[in-house]
Every structure is written in C-alpha cells, then in structure tokens.
C-alpha cells in the first residue's frame, strides 16, 4: 500500500518568515495529493489540494509543489502568521479510490 | 462542518466494556470514515464505506466492528475496549469518487480513554 512521510515534524518560525513542508510518497500510481490543517483542539480541513496533471498550486499565502518523478510534493507558507500555528498533514491517494493515507503532521509554530 | 457530528465528544469506559462511537452526516455523502488520531502516528484509517451496507478495512481494524445501514450514519464499535484503544476518533465524510471534489469533511472528533 501507499506509505507517506512527512517532514520536518516540528517547525518553528519567526512570524513573517516562510515555512516548508515535505512529503513523500511511494506509489507512483497516486495522484491526488492534499494539505489539512489542525488547529489545536479542533478538527482537521482542508487547505490546499493538488492533482498530478500539474506541477503547482498557489492560494494566497500557500503554495503546493509536486514533483511526480521524485514522488515528493511540498507545502510553502510565505508571511507566516502567529495563527497559522497548527499541525499539517499531507496525504496522497488515488483518485480511483476515495481512501487518504496520511503523514504524521508536522507540528508549526510561529512566534510573534 | 455543521453538517457531520459525532457522539458523544469524551468517554471514559473500562478495559473489556464494550463502546460505540456515533457519527451522523446530513450531505448524504456517500463515503464515510473513522479515524484514530494519536501522537507520533498522524491519522490512521479504521474503516471506510463507500455506501450502506458496503464497509472496507483500513489500515488498523483490529478490534473494532462497523456497521452502515443508513447513508447519514456510520457508528464505530470497540467490542471489548483496551487501553491501546485510547486515542482521539475522527469521522469523516466525501462525496462520490465522480464529484470533482474529493475533499474529506472531519467531524469535531470524540476523545476516548479506556482505563
């Protein structure tokens, strides 16, 4: 089955600076590949997606890499803000099946 | 996120008590998931259904049993609860693999502690 690493697994910034986060995957037939986050106490969303068919993905502040020869994708938060303090999770799947496996969060924290 | 709950939010229950965890959704999406969430593993898939009466194992269904008669409903059994069954249980929802989306929606989560 797919098997997703994440790293780093804590990260701590200065706010206004930029944070990345890595996956990497192991099934080169995945090809779906999103970022939840989790603020502390609260449930899981998602913030950004993206499909294999490209190769980036920009919302605002946030930024999705994918590399499919590689088999990793990463996630770029630019400005960083005190409430963007939260775990991350990365996933990947294929969209031939609905099921997500998960990496192990990355734990950011951004200092005022 | 209004649209899927769960119950109860905390439950402390014994070593070999049998408990059930109750997830309800009112998109009519239709797969469901449960989830156990615990420091160090990240999210880890239970057991998923792609529609009532269709379950599939995730990748640790050990010593937990679904059933899913309703679309909206998806209740999680532990039959004779441990104590490796403490954890932080996430539901969650998506629409059908031919949507464009295949977003999962989290339920808020019951935190469960087997003494």
């Known amino acids: 089955g797919e098997n997703v690493e994440q790293h780093p697994s804590t990260l701590s910034v200065q706010e206004g600076d930029s944070a990345v986060i890595k996956c990497t995957y192991s099934?080169?037939?995945?090809?779906?590949f999103p970022w939840y986050k989790q603020e502390l106490g609260k449930r899981p969303q998602l913030i950004i997606d993206i499909r294999s068919n490209v190769g980036e993905k920009k919302d605002q502040r946030i930024a999705v890499t994918l590399n499919k020869t590689a088999k990793h994708f990463s996630l770029h938060i630019t400005e960083t803000q005190p409430e963007d303090s939260a775990v991350y999770f990365c996933?990947?799947?294929?969209?031939?099946?609905?099921?997500?496996?998960f990496g192990k969060g990355t734990m950011l924290l951004v200092s005022p | 996120d209004a649209g899927i709950t769960q119950s109860p939010r905390y439950k402390i229950t014994e070593t070999g008590r049998q408990v059930t965890l109750m997830c309800h959704q009112t998109w009519s999406h239709s797969y469901m998931f449960w989830y156990r969430q615990d420091l160090g593993h990240g999210l880890r898939l239970i057991y998923y259904s792609a529609a009532a009466d269709i379950t599939d194992k995730g990748e640790v269904p050990d010593g937990y049993v679904v059933s899913r008669s309703k679309t909206e409903n998806f209740p999680l059994t532990l039959e004779s609860a441990t104590r490796s069954q403490t954890s932080v249980y996430f539901c969650?929802?998506?629409?059908?693999?031919?949507?464009?989306?295949?977003?999962?929606?989290f339920g808020p989560g019951t935190r469960l502690t087997v003494t």
């Open positions: 996933a990947a799947s294929f969209s031939g099946y609905s099921t997500l496996t």
């Open positions: 099934d080169s037939a995945s090809n779906y």
């Open positions: 969650a929802s998506s629409e059908l693999l031919t949507s464009h989306s295949y977003e999962q929606y």
